[in-house]
């Protein structure tokens, strides 16, 4: 296992020097869901809950997110995004929501916590919009589905 780069020789959290890193086009991908009652799936559907379009909001809330990880996540570094692209698919089988975003720049440092940050408020704003049609939301399975760029390559999870 490699060592954690958010600390320094003494212990200490610090923000990681990347100024020596090249400058590479960066991509990563995650997702996550959101399982909630069949009823409120419906509602989702047919965007008749009452807050509004709940998918639409969503993404829009997603998008904002991986623009201001950098001020939610304390050593992250301020990053020039140039792409988030946010997708809901909805599982009607499972009673769910998934949430999947793919986020890119060109920069020193990659985009994983960005595009984690982007699903984990999607999912959120989902939450936030029908919570009074059902509290008992359960969102899981967030996670990293890949990555590329950087000196460290590419990388894909597992299936």
Known sequence: MST???FDAQGQAHMVD??????THRVARASGTIRMLP???????SGTAKKGDVIGVARIAAI???????????LCHPLPITRVAVAFD???AASSVRCTAQV???GRTGVEMEALTAVQVGLLTVYDM??????????????????HGGKSGDWVAPT
């Open 64 to 74: 904002q997110a991986a623009k201001r990880t950098s001020e939610l996540i304390p």
């Open 130 to 147: 029908c919570k009074a049609a059902d509290r008992g939301m359960v969102m899981g399975d967030i996670r990293v589905l890949e990555k």
């Open 104 to 106: 890119e720049t060109l």
């Open 4 to 6: 954690l780069t958010h």
């Open 90 to 92: 909805i599982d009607v």
């Open 18 to 23: 990347v100024s020596a890193k090249a400058e």
């Open 39 to 45: 009823a409120t799936l419906a509602l989702i559907q």
